[in-house]
């Protein structure tokens, strides 16, 4: 905050990081908005706001009619970003015309389509109104499946409607997932069907699941049942007794004398979420092709990195700085232009409480899979760096899920979450365009640098990895890792979208920001030998 702002009284200083989705060459991208560690289809755009309160940081694609100055270039543009270029304009070529295609259903859609050069799946689904999952279920195809000229897909189903038969109920058991589980071979293991597991679970086949994570098996002995150890070990001619009233109840009748318990009032059913709008149901069509489009270009990685990914403690440290202690662009008051600037190390000092919400159009079961999703990494966040973190206490860091119609309305919602915030700042987060995936912004006390409270906005549009991805980079940034730099590899903090989630590169950033030997507000100048010398240290730990 400079001298000028500190006399106007400004109420708090606040940071804003967002996930972006770089817009083609062709289509210019729209206004500086947001900020977020991003990797050519997510790109980062700090922008100064003055207000009541002060906001820097502030990132998002910008308009070519209100850029003051063009932005200058990183570099020659590697294969990997003309790669996500390539699969963002196509993501936005499929979706012009989407709205229209979402209110014809399959009106136009033949039986059958064949496929020609060029083509893909979700353009094909997309030019017919029709949803990609549905296109690949019916043609027994995957999200990673090839199509080839000449091949024949169907798109609708010919003959008479299947009549829909309710499934008769399943007794389920739990699972706890460990490290390295798949869906597929826990179902193997237990004997039973991928899909079965993936229904009983409210899953998709491209859902995430995490260590910790509980999930139903059909069929799956469950509390109550007869111990599954004792069947197995008693002999085929032995029949296992649980306990000796169950032989007296086969004898004799037995009449209790205790009162009859009262009857347990049956639960209202969850109710219905609110109707969405044709422009998120448009919008959910996008991000579902430009996910599934990154995804055939081997992009958006879930592995953390590996022998491909090499990194020294050398490197390490010269990433913590660029990514803790710069900012990337700043504003002169009349435009936004790309300016490495050094700032000041920024983290919270107190516990950080998260809470979650979610807008009324999101549906019970995915609100349960996205809160789960949070406690899960919140969990892993306080592990990493050893700070208090956690889902209890007065909330100070609210992780919003909000469909667009939702998040245009957030003002109000946002006033209360953070009293004083800047006019400039609502608007920034109700107009985000669409190619802002999801945004964080975290405030401070006047001429400190210490996080006191934070709002992340996450768009409930996005599938599953993609909202993964959101909730990995949003959160971790909110934490104090503001900046991104294209050199940081393996990272979700760079300029490339390979990988999509916390890597362990970035668990040990987040661990070097909360080391008690850097203090809240140093400078890069003071903090850089310290970083250096913790660098050494936690590579060295890891390799023992």
């Not at 060029?118 to 995957?142: E, F, P, Q």
């Not at 091949?151 to 008769?168: F, R």
């Not at 983290?347 to 919400?357: D, I, K, L, Q, T």
Request: glycine content about 8%; some cysteine.
């Amino acid at each position: 905050m400079t001298d000028t702002a500190h006399r106007k009284g400004e109420a708090a200083r606040s940071v804003f990081e967002g996930l972006v989705a770089h817009a083609p060459e062709e289509e210019a991208p729209r206004r500086l908005r947001d900020s977020r560690a991003a990797r050519s289809v997510f790109s980062t755009v700090p922008i100064v706001l003055v207000g009541s309160m002060a906001a820097f940081g502030l990132t998002a694609p910008v308009d070519a009619a209100q850029a003051k100055a063009p932005l200058k270039p990183r570099g020659a543009t590697s294969e990997l970003g003309k790669s996500i270029r390539d699969a963002v304009a196509a993501a936005s070529s499929a979706i012009a015309n989407t709205t229209a295609s979402i209110r014809q259903a399959n009106v136009a859609a033949p039986t059958t389509y064949r496929v020609v050069a060029g083509d893909t799946v979700s353009d094909i689904a997309g030019r017919y109104g029709l949803s990609t999952a549905s296109v690949l279920a019916l043609n027994g195809l995957g999200w990673s499946s090839l199509i080839f000229p000449g091949q024949e897909l169907k798109l609708t189903a010919s003959g008479p409607l299947p009549v829909e038969v309710a499934a008769e109920p399943v007794s389920s058991g739990r699972y706890t997932i460990v490290t390295g589980d798949t869906i597929s071979a826990i179902a193997d293991r237990f004997g039973v069907s991928t899909l079965s597991v993936l229904t009983a679970n409210g899953l998709g086949w491209s859902s995430i699941i995490y260590p910790g994570q509980t999930i139903a098996i059909p069929g799956l002995v469950g509390p109550g049942d007869v111990n599954p150890e004792r069947v197995a070990a008693a002999p085929a001619d032995e029949v296992v007794v649980e306990d000796e009233a169950d032989v007296l109840a086969d004898a004799v009748p037995v009449v209790s004398t205790e009162p009859a318990p009262a009857p347990v009032p049956v639960p209202e059913p969850e109710p219905e979420p609110a109707p969405r709008s044709d422009l998120s149901l448009a919008l959910e069509l996008y991000y579902a092709r430009l996910q599934n489009d990154l995804l055939e270009q081997g992009l958006m990685r879930g592995d953390g990195g590996g022998a491909d990914t090499p990194f020294t403690d050398t490197m390490l440290a010269r990433d913590f700085v660029r990514i803790a202690l710069y900012d990337e662009y700043v504003d002169d008051g009349s435009s936004v232009r790309p300016e490495a600037r050094i700032s000041r190390l920024r983290r919270w000092e107190g516990p950080v409480n998260f809470a979650v919400e979610f807008g009324p159009t999101i549906p019970e079961a995915q609100a349960a899979r996205d809160r789960a999703s949070v406690s899960a990494y919140v969990a892993r966040l306080a592990r990493v760096t050893g700070h208090p973190m956690g889902m209890t206490g007065t909330p100070n860091f609210t992780v919003m899920f909000l469909n667009e119609d939702e998040r245009l309305a957030l003002g109000p919602r946002l006033r209360e979450l953070v009293p004083g915030i800047a006019d400039s700042s609502v608007r920034a987060i109700e107009t985000l365009p669409r190619s802002t995936l999801c945004v964080v912004v975290a405030f401070s006390e006047p001429g400190g640098y210490a996080y006191t409270s934070a709002v992340a906005i996450i768009r409930a549009e996005h599938p599953d990895l993609m909202r993964m991805a959101c909730i990995h980079e949003e959160l971790a940034q909110g934490l104090g890792l503001a900046n991104d730099d294209p050199q940081a590899r393996p990272s979700i903090f760079n300029d490339d979208e390979e990988f999509a989630l916390l890597t362990g590169h970035d668990e040990l950033l987040l661990q070097m920001l909360y080391d008690p030997r850097l203090r809240t507000g140093m400078t890069a100048a003071e903090a850089a030998p310290v970083v250096r010398e913790i660098a050494a240290e936690v590579m060295a730990g890891r390799g023992s």
